[in-house]
């Protein structure tokens, strides 16, 4: 095989992508990703061999989040990108090596770069196949998948200025764990287990970081029609990059719109002052290459998720910053004070036309933590009353297959007792549904991003203290999770390490987990996948 990737769940036949990704990456680019998380590692296994102190490493910190984040699910697919980034990394490595004096060093902190057309080739011995025990490989991959999904929120939250070295030192130590073979698989169990620990404190870091400085999200009506101006499409999650482009679009008669996860901006108070912030264009991620088509304006990638343009017109209408890459797009980088300049884009806007529009109306979310438990008492008086029988919790992802129809089809057969919590793109299999409300409630409560199904945790965790159990899984709550990819695994295990219980995850089970992980998964958290709508809504509210 040329390469082999199943970090996502598209993965080809549910166990792994061969030749070349379903994502769109070929075997280069997939190689020259797992060489950089090669590189991660022996960085790694020389910082905690060394016992090298977190606060003295400085950008490397940074550089080891946004490393991780590149290699996510449809983030990066820019191989010139992905090189640079590995020599970059190489060279803090060999200057840890120099400056740190520490004997038994994995390979992974000793290897030598190839060149030219060999530079990839490097990758052959480094990637998932090379651990050959099934269920360590399929361990020790978890846990790197959900440091993937860790990195990306707490590089947001960098960003933003909120840092917690204690949560990159554990990110050290589980990538340098992942090297070692003397660590049994129930060693494993534990680091993936603590691994979901620290995702708890990834995503509360960034809940903190982006309610001090936009606000804790409200209820909004958000408008998903468009207007006659020239328009910009911001895509992906990181709201620095939002704020930004809307300051230096004021007063230029360019709109702004976002797409798929970047929807739940319009939430945030702060956000709500600029008037050429208009509304949401689109769908999820994946109906981004009929959508661009219609938008006609320039897009900004801010994170993932990009799918491969299929016209070179859009392609040329493509900006990414970050994390994000695609070959021909042109990438914006920040200056020495974090500044990033999009005029390029809206001058671009400027000369093309404005939005087609491809649907009408509003739709509504923010119900974040704060929102839903200022609601408490509503809440708590709907279930007590029955009016409310049972509240699922519909976070996550979305993607093309067509077994995701399920979602949608789950949301509309629901009993009218019922009120989904979502966050994550998974929302947009049902939160344009009319489903009504349960006494001026809503039955989608939308929290917003992926990393906001921690506002679903601290919600249900409340509401537990507020009826007095012992046991989250005393609530009448019911997850039925929607995945994709890394961030998403992160937020499994954190749900995990937090005590939820009998998660049903789809549309089907990851394929890095080996049949003895997935056992273990089953006979300790009740895991399990779905069914049928009909068989598994019986089940539910049974």
């Known amino acids: 095989m040329s390469m082999f990737c199943y970090q996502c769940q598209e993965t080809a036949k549910g166990t792994g992508c061969t030749v070349r990704g379903v994502c769109g990456k070929n075997a280069a680019t997939a190689d020259l990703q797992d060489l950089l998380i090669y590189t991660l590692k022996g960085i790694s296994d020389i910082i905690v061999k060394g016992n090298v102190d977190v606060n003295s490493l400085g950008e490397l910190n940074y550089e080891v989040l946004n490393s991780l984040f590149m290699t996510i699910t449809n983030a990066n697919f820019d191989d010139g990108s992905l090189e640079n980034q590995i020599r970059k990394m190489v060279s803090y490595r060999d200057e840890l090596r120099k400056t740190f004096d520490v004997e038994d060093l994995h390979n992974a902190a000793t290897f030598e770069l190839g060149s030219g057309d060999s530079f990839a080739g490097n990758a052959d011995s480094v990637g998932v196949l090379a651990t050959t025990d099934e269920d360590v490989r399929s361990l020790r991959e978890m846990i790197t998948y959900g440091l993937k999904g860790m990195a990306a ?243 996550g992802c979305d993607g093309r297959m067509k077994s995701r129809d399920y979602y949608t089809e789950f949301a509309e057969k629901l009993p009218e007792d019922t009120v989904i919590l979502t966050a994550g793109c998974a929302k947009y299999r049902y939160n344009k549904l009319n489903l009504g409300d349960i006494g001026g409630i809503p039955r989608v409560l939308d929290a917003g991003q992926c990393n906001d199904s921690y506002s679903l945790a601290v919600i249900a965790l409340k509401l537990k203290e507020v009826f007095e159990l012992e046991d989250v899984n005393d609530l009448p709550l019911a997850f039925n999770i929607a995945w994709y990819e890394q961030k998403a695994v992160i937020v499994l295990l954190a749900l995990l390490y937090l005590g939820f219980k009998n998660i049903h995850l789809g549309p089907t089970l990851p394929g890095f987990l080996s049949p003895n992980v997935a056992n273990v998964l089953v006979n300790n958290f009740g895991i399990a996948g779905i069914g049928t709508v009909d068989s598994d809504i019986e089940l539910f509210m049974a």
């Open 153 to 395: 929120y707490t590089e947001h939250a960098y960003n933003i200025g909120e840092v917690d070295l204690d949560i990159n030192k554990f990110m050290y130590e589980a990538l340098a764990a992942t090297l070692d073979d003397s660590l049994t698989v129930d060693d494993l169990v534990a680091l993936t287990l603590k691994t979901g620990e620290y995702g708890v404190k990834a995503m509360a870091l960034l809940d903190k970081a982006n309610t001090s400085k936009y606000g804790n999200p409200e209820i909004t009506e958000v408008n998903i029609g468009v207007r006659n101006n020239p328009a910009i499409l911001i895509s992906g999650h990181d709201l620095t990059d939002l704020e930004q482009l809307l300051e230096q679009t004021k007063g230029t008669g360019v709109d702004v719109y976002t797409h798929s996860e970047m929807l739940p901006s319009h939430y945030y108070p702060f956000f709500k002052k600029y008037d050429n912030f208009v509304g949401n264009y689109g769908n999820a991620w994946w109906k981004q290459t009929e959508e661009f088509v219609t938008f006609n304006g320039p897009i900004l990638f801010t994170t993932n998720c990009i799918v491969p343009p299929r016209k070179e017109e859009v392609r040329d209408r493509i900006f990414t910053t970050g994390s994000t890459g695609y070959p021909g797009c042109k990438h914006i980088v920040p200056d020495e004070n974090g500044v990033k300049d999009f005029s390029e884009i809206i001058e671009l806007a400027k000369t093309l036309p404005a939005p087609e529009e491809i649907e009408t109306g509003h739709i509504v979310g923010g119900f974040a933590h704060n929102q839903v438990l200022a609601l408490a008492d509503k809440v708590v008086d709907a279930v007590k009353s029955g009016a409310i029988k049972k509240m699922f919790v519909m976070a």
